[in-house]
């Protein structure tokens, strides 16, 4: 099935947190003319919903948005199904069906002000807080007594104005906050604190920190016990790594040599200890074993801070031997609801994170890894020009468009920029999903879109890439959709 998108291999599978799960069919979303609707019909609709209410009432979204669908197709009169269909998705993290349905629950009562509060945080799941104030200023017209829902109009209000002056702030900063952090550093406003007493950098005759494996496992214990690092140590390994990756290319190549393997790892989002127990099945960044992250590695777990300065830390130590693409969360608009934000303001103060936000601007988009001896088996396979197989590893996948070229990617200016709308980078490298039917359909996300195998099929034939390996999602039981690939 060398035309399919894969996912990553089984290590991202068997443990990559929950984003979202394959969705219900588009065709349940159609809004077909409205039919007769019999009384049988009205019945049975009641029944499922009921059923439907069960299920999501323990919590198994998926069946409660199947039932709610079973129970649209018997009555699409009934604005209600649509609106528990949308609370369904908005739990499965389904944002962009979820407001399809809020609003076609709004078209079939303009007065339901649960529908609009519903697409109100779709609209704010999907970054659009300006149109989620719209909806809860509706809801607010139905219903003036509702002291929650005026709280919640007030506080996205204020994050409305809050990303307004955000923007305002970047556009009049002339440094960086790598080169702010830097010159904290020279200032002498940074020290480690003198009672510090956990593992240690080494100092260079130069005066500088340097790091060691000795220090980096050490650190990990450190982690482990529950500590943390002071400020100017997490500060170091940001910047170490950062030399790095404002060097690398928005593509990287990655050639696997004759006796180096190489693991991917998909989105461990702020599992400490599941970063660990996957370290222990591919083994440390080395000489002969590369490692690569693709993307999503802090957000929704509580130990973010501790993964992403473990993968900067082997980013550090050895550049050749790590590597990291950006994914959706690696991205300030997702880092302020889904925790990293806060965690780290909190372990490491303001700046700390500015610095994270800055430096994860610097992450290249994809990885292409290439074989460097020639496939066994070179029948129904897509071979690069120089007849190597080679994988290209994205966090979302492809584009909404035919035509994108490897070097295409690799010249994208991405150093300062927080993903937008727009554009090949976020809302598509790092935001897209795959489907089963031909061609581009509307993501079940709210951003960017869906691309078909035909898609993958005509991109992987164009570029000389043999397929295409991606994450951000998650698969239920761990099952992969794909075998398992060899890389020759
Ligand atoms: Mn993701």
Redesign the pocket.
Known sequence: MSDSSLSSPSLSSTTSPS?VVPSPSLSTLSLTDPKEVTESDRQEATQLKADANKAFTSRDFVRAAQLYSEAITRDPSDPTLFCNRAYARIKLEEHGYALQDASRAIELNPKYAKAYYRRAMCHIQILKPQLAVADLKKVLALEPQNAQVRKELDSTQKLVRKIEFEKAIEMEEEKTAVERCLEMIAEGVCEVEKTYDGPKLETTDAGKYAITIDFLRSMIQWFKDGKTLPRRYAWEIILGAHDHFAKEESLVDVEIKDGVTMDVIG?VHGQFYDVLHLLTLTGEPSSNHILLMN??LVDRGSWSVEVILTAFAFKWLCPKAMFINR???EAKEMNRTYGFEGEVKHKHGEQTYKLFAHVFTTLPLATLVIATRPPTNKQNVILSPDGFKRYFVS??GLFSKDGVTLDEIRKLKRIGRQPGTEGLMSPQL??TDPQETPGWGPSKRGVGVAFGPDVTRRWCELNGVTAVLR???VRHGGKLPFPKIALR
């Open positions: 984003s989105d993307g999503d994914g959706n969360h966090h979302g790092l935001w994450s951000h999602e």
